[in-house]
Each structure stands twice: as structure tokens, then as C-alpha cells.
């Protein structure tokens, strides 16, 4: 699933059941959230399981501003252009104050809208909700809910992390060796205004409510 579109923030992750095949792909979710995408995961294989990742919606927004500014910065330092870069604030808040559902990070955070197109193709059984800041937070026992969705042995154990406090965020640890995720996982988020946030937040309220609704867990995301 290659592209050259800028990579958007967010993961659905299939997991082929199939005892002689099993696969495990990380999708950009602008490309596998819209079209006829899980029709063709579903031709692929019917009994597919699926790890939706979900992040709090407007840190995921934000995320994702970071990475495409990233992305942009690197590309303009290549070519020589020199682009002021636009705050988050500025393009997720159209100038009469409304919110600005035409910037894709925020339209991608709006949850409900591509797990409808799934659930229309799988079983909700079959796709298990993983909060991405709890994972952040503490991987080891969302890593377990994972093992048991997908029937594996439980393997994996505190053992397998430490705290790096360098990057901020738990790594790897085996016998031979320390390993975090690479530099553009774990970015530092700009700053944005509160107010920002707060009428943010408040958009999403209802759209949580809706996502909520769907997956039958309320993910206690703030409304303010
Ligand atoms: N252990 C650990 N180390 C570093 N980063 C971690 C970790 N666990 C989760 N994360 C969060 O993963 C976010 C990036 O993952 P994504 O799936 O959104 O990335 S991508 O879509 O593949 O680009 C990334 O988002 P940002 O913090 O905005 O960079 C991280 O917060």
C-alpha cells in the first residue's frame, strides 16, 4: 500500500487469521478509510481481525499538523522555497470562527464517518478499539487486550519496556538490545491555544458521542 501522499496520522492494522498466512500492515488510514478499501481486505480474507488505534481527536489532529509540518519543512529546505508556515490554529479555525472541516487532519479525526464504511463490511467483533493514548501511556496491558483479541500465546510483559526519558515514551527491551521507535514517532507538539482546544474539543463532543455509540465504549474523551 505505497503512496506519495503525505503521510496522515492514525492506524488500522489487519491481521490475516489464517494459520499459513499472516500478515500485519500498518495503513495510511487517508487512503484505507475511504473507497472500496475493506471490500477488497474482505476479499482478501473474510475473517480478517482489525486493530483500530484511536487517539484522543483534536491531539490527533495536532498530530498530524506536526508531521505534515515536519514534511513540509524538510521539503522546502530541499528545494530552496521559502513558505511561511501557517499555525494549526490558523487553518483548523476559518476566519468568521467556525471550525474547519476542509483541513484533513481534522477531518480524519471525525472517527464515526470511516468506521461506519467498516462496519458495513466486518463484524464488529472483529475489529478491536485500542486507545492510543493509553498505549502511549502504558503499552503492556493494551499490548495483552492485543494478544487476546488476536488469540496469540501472551508473550509479551513489562520486561519487554522501559521508560526512555530522553524520547519521553516506553521502548523496547530484549536480551541484546534497547529500541525505540524512530525519531518522527514521539514528536514535540507545538503549543495551541487553549481556546483553540476548548472550541475543539467542544466540536468533536457530539462526533465522539456518535463514534462511542458504534464501537459501544465510551473513550472518556475531554469536551472542553
Ligand atoms: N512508544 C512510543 N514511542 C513513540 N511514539 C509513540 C509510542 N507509542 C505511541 N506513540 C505515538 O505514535 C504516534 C505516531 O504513530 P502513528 O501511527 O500516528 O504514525 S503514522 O501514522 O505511522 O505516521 C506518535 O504521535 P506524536 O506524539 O504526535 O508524534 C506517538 O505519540
Not at 84 to 109: M, T
Not at 148 to 158: A, C, D, S, T, V
Request: aromatic fraction near 8%; charged fraction near 25%; include cysteine.
Amino acid at each position: 500500500m505505497s503512496s506519495s501522499v503525505p503521510r496522515q496520522r492514525g492506524s488500522i492494522i489487519g491481521s490475516v487469521r489464517s494459520s499459513s498466512e499472516v500478515g500485519n500492515s500498518s495503513h495510511r488510514p487517508a487512503k484505507t478509510m475511504r473507497g472500496q478499501v475493506p471490500e477488497r481486505i474482505r476479499a482478501m480474507n473474510a475473517s480478517l481481525k482489525l486493530l483500530l488505534i484511536v487517539r484522543e481527536p483534536v491531539t490527533r489532529a495536532i498530530s498530524d499538523y506536526t508531521q505534515l509540518r515536519s514534511h513540509a519543512a524538510t521539503a522546502s529546505s530541499s528545494s530552496m522555497v521559502n513558505s511561511p508556515q501557517r499555525s494549526f490554529e490558523q487553518l483548523a479555525i476559518r476566519p468568521d470562527g467556525s471550525v474547519n472541516l476542509a483541513y484533513r487532519p481534522l477531518a480524519i479525526s471525525l472517527y464515526h464517518t470511516f468506521l461506519l464504511r467498516w462496519l458495513e463490511v466486518f463484524q464488529r467483533p472483529q475489529i478491536l478499539i485500542v486507545n492510543g493514548d493509553l498505549l502511549i501511556e502504558d503499552p503492556v496491558p493494551q499490548l495483552h487486550r492485543i494478544e487476546k483479541f488476536l488469540g496469540l500465546e501472551p508473550r509479551i510483559g513489562r520486561h519487554n519496556f522501559y521508560f526512555n526519558h530522553t524520547k519521553g515514551f516506553f521502548c523496547l527491551r530484549n536480551e541484546t538490545a534497547d529500541k525505540c521507535l524512530r525519531e518522527s514517532k514521539g514528536r514535540r507538539h507545538p503549543r495551541v491555544d487553549p481556546t483553540v482546544i476548548t472550541k475543539l474539543r467542544r466540536f468533536f463532543g457530539e462526533h465522539n458521542q456518535r463514534f462511542y455509540d458504534l464501537v459501544g465504549e465510551d473513550m472518556g474523551w475531554p469536551e472542553e
